[in-house]
């Protein structure tokens, strides 16, 4: 395929295993790896691809199981070209490669709100593909626009209303890679920031398993949140809950574990294959399933064919 690909001057890696480019270390190769050097790189590749290639844009892989197969078409993963922070008043335009904590202590120095990002792993594309959130607030809440590359490499911008966020997904278009986005926080000391993140940092790792491998929650809390994304205080309902009355805190399969720490955590003990990982969390939702009815849904993202 690469030999198809019209010249860029990122990069462009065939057969790129993409296993250490996720935060659970698993994942066979893409059949190309796209690295751009700038936006308009981006956008000449994109205009010059032919339309029946896929396109699967990446970002720090804290959120994905890459199945063993791969792959097949491009994988485009944006580095430091894209990863740039300017705050202007509370407007925050953070590049999709910028990370979440990142934006958010630059943010706190700045006497601007935006430290619900602090704990959340990945970066600015995956917070707002996702409407990632935590403390009862959520990217929708802050959001102001998001600037992509089409598939045909047109160059948009893009509003609340065109992403239609709802809890832990957007309607971005298909193939279409988010390269910025703008945020308006509110006003804050930088010191109670600070403090505020150091705060939530040390609950975060008094509660979950931050030095195990793993891509954060596994599963949506199966109630307690509207259509828009906003947490319902009435609904305690937790995924963590329903799997560790179903049984399956510590459950295994191969190299992998539902974590003892957290039961809602998938984790990569050493050795758990891409299989071992998704097939570890069917069994989970189908326990779950058969002693409360409860069907539970995915969090992490799964993409890529099966090992043949």
Same mark, same amino acid.
């Given at each position: 395929?690469?030999?198809?690909?019209?010249?860029?001057?990122?990069?462009?890696?065939? @057969?790129?295993?993409?296993?250490?480019?996720?935060?659970?270390?698993?994942?066979?190769?893409?059949?190309?790896?796209?690295?751009?050097?700038?936006?308009?790189?981006?956008?000449?590749?994109? $205009?010059?691809?032919?339309?029946?290639?896929?396109?699967?844009?990446?970002?720090?892989?804290?959120?994905?199981?890459?199945?063993?197969?791969?792959?097949?078409?491009?994988? %485009?993963?944006?580095?430091?070209?894209?990863?740039?922070?300017?705050?202007?008043?509370?407007?925050?335009?953070?590049?999709?490669?910028?990370?979440?904590?990142?934006?958010?202590?630059?943010?706190?120095?700045?006497?601007?709100?935006? /430290?619900?990002?602090? /704990?959340?792993?990945?970066?600015?594309?995956?917070?707002?593909?996702?409407?990632?959130?935590?403390?009862?607030?959520?990217? !929708?809440?802050?959001?102001?626009?998001?600037?992509?590359?089409?598939?045909?490499?047109?160059?948009?911008?893009?509003?609340?209303?065109?992403?239609?966020?709802?809890?832990?997904?957007? #309607?971005?278009?298909?193939?279409?890679?988010?390269?910025?986005?703008?945020?308006?926080?509110?006003?804050?000391? !930088?010191? /109670?920031?600070? @403090?505020?993140?150091? !705060?939530?940092?040390?609950?975060?790792?008094?509660?979950?398993?931050?030095?195990?491998?793993?891509?954060? $929650?596994?599963?949506?809390?199966?109630?307690?949140?509207?259509?828009?994304?906003?947490?319902? @205080?009435?609904?305690?309902?937790?995924?963590?809950?329903?799997?560790?009355?179903?049984?399956?805190?510590?459950? %295994?399969?191969?190299?992998?574990?539902?974590? #003892?720490?957290? !039961?809602?955590?998938?984790?990569?003990?050493?050795?758990?294959?891409?299989? @071992?990982? #998704?097939?570890?969390?069917?069994?989970?939702?189908?326990?779950?399933?058969?002693? $409360?009815? %409860?069907?539970?849904?995915?969090? %992490?993202?799964?993409?890529?064919?099966?090992?043949?």
């Amino acid at each position: 395929m690469i030999d198809k690909l019209s010249p860029v001057r990122g990069r462009l890696t065939p @057969d790129r295993s993409l296993d250490d480019l996720t935060w659970l270390r698993v994942g066979g190769p893409a059949d190309v790896l796209f690295q751009p050097a700038d936006v308009e790189d981006l956008a000449d590749f994109l $205009s010059a691809l032919p339309s029946d290639v896929p396109v699967f844009p990446m970002g720090v892989g804290s959120n994905l199981i890459v199945r063993d197969g791969g792959i097949r078409g491009v994988v %485009i993963r944006l580095g430091r070209g894209f990863n740039g922070i300017e705050i202007d008043g509370l407007k925050v335009t953070a590049g999709a490669a910028a990370l979440d904590v990142h934006v958010a202590r630059r943010a706190a120095d700045a006497g601007v709100d935006l /430290t619900f990002l602090r /704990t959340i792993p990945g970066s600015i594309g995956g917070a707002v593909r996702m409407n990632a959130g935590c403390y009862g607030s959520y990217v !929708a809440d802050v959001f102001e626009s998001a600037t992509v590359v089409l598939r045909d490499g047109t160059i948009k911008t893009l509003s609340a209303n065109d992403l239609q966020f709802a809890y832990r997904q957007t #309607e971005l278009p298909q193939g279409a890679v988010l390269i910025s986005a703008v945020l308006k926080g509110v006003a804050g000391d !930088a010191e /109670t920031l600070n @403090d505020r993140m150091a !705060a939530q940092l040390a609950k975060r790792d008094e509660t979950q398993p931050t030095k195990d491998r793993t891509a954060g $929650s596994t599963f949506r809390n199966p109630a307690g949140f509207s259509s828009t994304g906003r947490a319902d @205080d009435s609904q305690e309902l937790k995924a963590w809950k329903v799997i560790q009355d179903a049984g399956m805190r510590g459950a %295994i399969r191969g190299g992998a574990v539902m974590n #003892e720490m957290h !039961a809602n955590f998938l984790t990569n003990a050493g050795g758990a294959t891409a299989a @071992d990982l #998704e097939g570890l969390g069917e069994d989970v939702r189908k326990k779950v399933y058969d002693s $409360s009815g %409860i069907t539970l849904e995915w969090e %992490i993202m799964r993409v890529g064919e099966p090992a043949a």
